[in-house]
C-alpha cells in the first residue's frame, strides 16, 4: 500500500512538472522596456513584475535535511518507512517540499511544517 502511496505521489510530481513547464513555453514573453521606462516608480510597477514577485513568495528555498521539523521526517517515516530522504525545501508558508527514494523509485512529497501530508498542484 505504501508503494502505491508513493508511486501516486510519483506520478502527480510528475505531471505537476509536465503541466508547468507547459504552461511556461504557452506563457507569453514580457515586452522589453527602455531605459526611460525603466525609471518609473514602483508603484507603478507593471503586473508582469507583481506576477514575478508572487511566484518568488511561493518558491522553495532548499534547505538541510537537519533543519526539517521533527513531525515532517516522523511522518515521513511512519508513511514510508524505507524511505530516504536526498533533499529539503521550504517556502514562505512553511511548507516542506521533501525529495526521497524509497528502492529505485524517487519523488517528491509534500508536508505542512505538523507533518500533515499536502498536495502541491
Known amino acids: 500500500m505504501k508503494k502505491l502511496i508513493l508511486s501516486a505521489a510519483i506520478v502527480l510530481g510528475s505531471l505537476t512538472t509536465m503541466n508547468a513547464q507547459a504552461q511556461e513555453e504557452n506563457a507569453t514573453p514580457v515586452e522589453q522596456t527602455t531605459p526611460t521606462e525603466q525609471a518609473t516608480p514602483a508603484a507603478e510597477a507593471a503586473p508582469a513584475e507583481q506576477a514575478t514577485v508572487a511566484q518568488e ?26 524511505a530516504v530522504l536526498n533533499k529539503a525545501a521550504v517556502n514562505a508558508k512553511k511548507e516542506y517540499q521533501l525529495q526521497v527514494k524509497v528502492g529505485d523509485k524517487e519523488g517528491a512529497l509534500y508536508a505542512d511544517e505538523t507533518g500533515k501530508w499536502i498536495q502541491n498542484n
Open 57 to 82: 513568495v511561493d518558491a522553495y528555498t532548499e534547505v538541510k535535511t537537519e533543519e526539517v521539523p521533527a513531525a515532517v521526517t516522523e511522518a515521513l517515516k511512519k508513511a514510508f518507512p524505507d
